[in-house]
């Protein structure tokens, strides 16, 4: 596959093995335990923290240098940065951190695939 590929798939993150069921619990990241299609152990593969580690690195890259150009453009008072800039957080990490997580469960299926047992 692909990066296109994969950055398509983990856009609508589904099982890795059989790339149908869901891959995470409604209205959360968290990984079921097992795929309703196939029947693979998805639990025991999580991921844990890894994409939280991207998001830090991506909203520090991101965020900070423009909100210090919007400051030294607009100087608003403190607390339009933080509403602005807290909900621009929030606006990214909701976006990007499911398929941050999915895109990491895929790599680790694909280049550990025996791992991921089915019952």
Not at 74 to 94: E, F, Q, R, T, Y
Request: proline share 7%; aromatic share 10%; hydrophobic share 55%.
């Amino acid at each position: 596959m692909s990066f296109l590929k994969d950055v398509a798939f983990a856009l609508k993150p589904r099982c890795p093995v059989c790339q149908r069921g869901r891959l995470f619990k409604p209205w959360s990241v968290s990984v079921v335990d097992a795929c309703s299609v196939c029947h693979a152990k998805l639990g025991q593969n999580d991921v844990g923290d890894g994409a939280s580690v991207f998001l830090i690195f991506l909203l520090g890259f991101l965020i900070v240098p423009l909100a210090w150009a919007f400051e030294l453009l607009v100087a608003p008072p403190l607390w339009v940065h933080v509403v602005l800039w807290g909900a621009v957080s929030l606006g990214v990490i909701a976006l990007v951190l499911p398929a941050t997580k999915a895109l990491l469960i895929l790599l680790e299926y694909r280049h550990r695939p025996g791992d991921w047992k089915k019952d």
